[in-house]
Nanobody, 118 residues
Framework: QAQFVESGGGLVQPGGSLRLSCVGS???????????MGWYRQAPGKQRELVAT???????NYADDVKGRFTMSKNNSKKTTYLQMNSLNPEDTAVYYC?????????WGQGTQVTVSS
């Protein structure tokens, strides 16, 4: 079964930056490229929400509150999806998950904690 593993979370001060990574493990490259990848987050007491996702056309859709601050990218040769997060604020504190979708099925990573605090 497909598996996605996130890393790169941690504690950062307001205004700081982090880069999250999501590696597609236990899959060959040709399989990884079939997945549509996205990043989601879940703050304490809130529902999981979309942060950014690739479209079928290869562009990226961002949630309104991260536009201009977050950048999603992908390196197929490394089977890795990235989320560069700049100008972080306390409202960005959450567990961040990557999700791969293919054939109508979603495969989630285990999540990585991002805490923005002074």
């Amino acid at each position: 079964q497909a598996q996605f593993v996130e890393s790169g979370g941690g504690l950062v001060q307001p205004g700081g930056s982090l880069r999250l990574s999501c590696v597609g493990s236990r899959m060959i490259l040709s399989v990884f490229t079939q997945y549509t990848m996205g990043w989601y987050r879940q703050a304490p007491g809130k529902q999981r929400e979309l942060v950014a996702t690739f479209t079928s056309g290869g562009t990226v859709n961002y949630a309104d509150d991260v536009k201009g601050r977050f950048t999603m990218s992908k390196n197929n040769s490394k089977k890795t999806t990235y989320l560069q997060m700049n100008s972080l604020n306390p409202e960005d504190t959450a567990v961040y998950y990557c999700k791969g979708t293919t054939g109508g099925r979603d495969y989630w990573g285990q999540g990585t904690q991002v805490t923005v605090s002074s």
